[in-house]
């Protein structure tokens, strides 16, 4: 999550995104505004708008990277399909439990994790995922992170759009120069 400002009178303290971990292109419809903090209800969010955009195409495995995928997949299902606010209906929590899902820590965030973390979440052991690191979300940040300070004191509308502007810039920019 990136940090926009750490003012508790800031009505957005922050960003939570989601991007494909091998192009590091953001996903439409991930990414989330912080109100007070990283909290898992902004993460089920922005990740069940990616994983309904995915479920459209076709996939049925779903790679997770995510620092704190250890302890925040436990009880995924709960939460999206909460009856007071729930974020799938019936089918698609149907349609999504028929997927393969693997929630995997990223490699640099992995050190830091308890050792059972390390069989059970790491790209390492895990078949098809080639070399991927899971970190590439973190490339992203430091690209958008001299934003920062410019997007602070501006209004919500202007905000949301230059960060979407930059989002998709930073997409096309590394659609078309994969080739270099």
């Avoid at 089918?91 to 490699?107: D, H, N, R, Y």
């Avoid at 059972?116 to 490339?139: H, I, M, P, Q, Y």
Wanted: proline content about 2%.
């Amino acid at each position: 999550a990136a940090r926009s400002g750490q003012s508790k009178n800031r009505p957005c303290t922050g960003l939570i995104s989601i991007s494909c971990a091998r192009s590091g292109a953001f996903f439409k419809g991930g990414t989330v505004a912080l109100a007070k903090g990283e909290r898992f209800v902004n993460f089920d969010f922005a990740l069940v708008q990616v994983l309904l955009w995915i479920m459209q195409m076709g996939l049925h495995r779903i790679i997770i990277s995510y620092d704190i995928a250890c302890k925040y997949h436990i009880n995924f299902m709960e939460r999206i399909a909460e009856r007071s606010w729930p974020l799938m209906t019936p089918t698609e929590q149907s349609l999504f439990s028929a997927l393969i899902v693997v929630w995997l820590v990223p490699k640099f965030h992995l050190a830091a994790h308890i050792e059972g973390c390390a069989d059970k979440f790491s790209f390492n052991w895990t078949k098809n995922v080639g070399r991927t690191c899971g970190e590439l979300v973190e490339s992203n940040w430091a690209a958008l992170g001299m934003m920062a300070t410019s997007i602070r004191e501006i209004g919500f509308g202007h905000r949301r759009d230059t960060i979407n502007d930059a989002m998709c810039d930073w997409n096309w920019r590394k659609a078309t120069g994969e080739s270099e």
